[in-house]
């Protein structure tokens, strides 16, 4: 199974979740961090699931589920939410209930419940690490800013927020540039800017963590930014 297929049509990008309306492209197996929906409004999509292929209209796949998409013929409308902020079964029920539109859509997700979070060094890690995505990121000096042994800041984000520090580095990372360049930025220089080593490094990442490379994902995707 391999990604051959140019993704195209328009994405909304907001904070914490995405949406974008087009066609979609055929992705190798993967896996990312974000909680992402596909809703077929016109025929159903085929998906390959975690060993099973299924055709459906709407389907919720969670965070860290290994799949691909096999087939989709006509426009999808796809969501992508931070798991941090919501809770797949909330996620569900808002985007399930929605009409099928991008502003419609937006308008659920706006007023969808975020999580909560409980523990402040939580927060403060994930700013830790926000602030030095430029540059090399020091788990000892994220640790050290939340007040936590190494230890209890590896274990803290894996219970909590559902990735090690470096998986979540790698994913802040990638959206980060994947942002940059939708806003009109070279690969490359999206790519230094958020940390890569350099543009290679950038569309490995993206190619392992969403199925598809650089070019294919984002050459004739149009972005409009969210308040």
């Not at 419609?104 to 403060?124: E, H």
């Not at 939340?146 to 984000?157: F, I, K, V």
């Not at 894996?158 to 070279?186: E, F, N, Y």
């Amino acid at each position: 199974m391999t990604a051959h297929t140019e993704w195209t049509g328009r994405l909304w990008l907001g904070h914490d979740y995405g949406l974008i309306h087009g066609v979609s492209g055929r992705t190798a197996p993967h896996s990312h961090y974000a909680h992402q929906i596909i809703l077929a409004p016109e025929r159903p999509a085929t998906v390959w699931l975690e060993g099973e292929t299924v055709s459906t209209s709407q389907l919720l796949i969670a965070s860290n589920t290994r799949h691909a998409i096999i087939d989709a013929p006509d426009p999808l409308l796809t969501v992508y939410a931070e798991p941090l902020m919501f809770a797949a079964p909330t996620l569900r029920e808002a985007v399930f209930c929605a009409e099928l539109s991008l502003p419609a859509l937006d308008q659920a997700l706006r007023q969808c419940p975020r999580r909560s979070l409980s523990d402040p060094r939580i927060a403060r890690a994930l700013a830790a690490i926000d602030a030095s995505l430029t540059d090399k990121v020091a788990a000892r000096a994220v640790a050290d800013t939340a007040n936590l042994s190494l230890s209890q800041l590896q274990r803290l984000l894996v219970d909590h927020v559902g990735l090690p520090v470096r998986r979540l580095v790698l994913w802040r990372r990638l959206r980060m540039a994947m942002a940059s360049v939708l806003a009109g930025d070279a690969v490359t220089i999206a790519a230094h800017n958020a940390g890569f080593a350099d543009s290679a490094h950038f569309s490995r990442s993206l190619k392992k963590l969403f199925g598809v490379t650089a070019r294919q994902a984002l050459q004739h995707i149009e972005l409009q930014m969210l308040d």
